[in-house]
């Protein structure tokens, strides 16, 4: 079983519907979660972070931790075409002894598509 | 700011060459780290650094080398290029950890042939 389980999709939606992209984990040390949006041949960028369980929201984004079900979620409300992309969850440690060494684990993605 | 930058975009090795894939950062990041994308995998760790002079591996090491001789600079190397690691590239910074915002740079796509 990989670390990290993400549906690659491909997850297409009409425009302004909501979206709704998940990950599960089975590392429990995993204490730092995150979204990465990846637009075609570009490098990936942070959406949302969390620390630990718990909502975190950011405009149009709610990401949600539950570290007693190892299963993180990202929604996207009010979805515009140029959501379209590939998101990857990624989650850490926080590295050996919580020094910071390291990386990040990451999912496969989720390819989005709105269609408009 | 510049942030990540990677160099080159894309390069075409033949097998046995060896070449070194640039990456800089004007962040003053204490942390950097290269990672692998392939398709259906995701990225992959490859090494990681936590400041200059310190180096450690990753996921998946095989067939690279780097260093880490300034904060602005982790340069990656391949030693003699095979056919598998074609792939897609990806450097990133941290301010000082892995728990921390990575930043990524553009990427470099390389072909082994």
């Known amino acids: 079983q990989k670390e990290v389980e993400q549906d690659p999709g491909p997850l297409s939606v009409p425009e302004g519907a909501i979206v709704s992209l998940n990950c599960t984990y089975s590392n429990s040390a995993f204490q730092y979660f995150m979204w990465y949006r990846q637009y075609s041949r570009k490098g990936p960028e942070l959406l949302m972070y969390?620390?630990?369980?718990g909502n975190k929201e950011d405009g149009r984004f709610t990401a949600q931790v539950d570290k007693s079900s190892k299963y993180i979620s990202l929604f996207i409300r009010d979805s515009q075409p140029s959501d379209s992309a590939t998101y990857l969850c990624?989650?850490?440690?926080?590295?050996?002894?919580?020094?910071?060494?390291?990386?990040?684990?990451f999912g496969k993605g989720t390819h989005l598509i709105i269609q408009p | 700011n510049a942030g990540v930058t990677q160099t080159p975009k894309f390069q075409v090795l033949k097998t046995g060459q060896s070449m070194t894939l640039q990456c800089a950062q004007d962040m003053n990041h204490e942390y950097m780290s290269w990672y692998r994308q392939d398709p259906g995998m995701g990225l992959r760790l490859i090494h990681y650094s936590v400041g200059a002079g310190i180096t450690d591996q990753g996921e998946v090491p095989n067939g690279y080398n780097v260093s880490r001789s300034t904060t602005e600079d982790f340069p990656l190397r391949l030693l003699s290029a095979a056919p598998s690691q074609t792939s897609v590239y990806f450097c990133?910074?941290?301010?000082?950890?892995?728990?921390?915002?990575?930043?990524f740079g553009p990427g470099t796509r390389l072909l082994v042939l």
């Open positions: 990624a989650m850490s440690g926080g590295g050996r002894s919580g020094g910071g060494a390291d990386g990040l684990t």
């Open positions: 969390t620390y630990s369980s």
């Open positions: 990133a910074s941290s301010i000082q950890g892995v728990g921390e915002t990575q930043y």
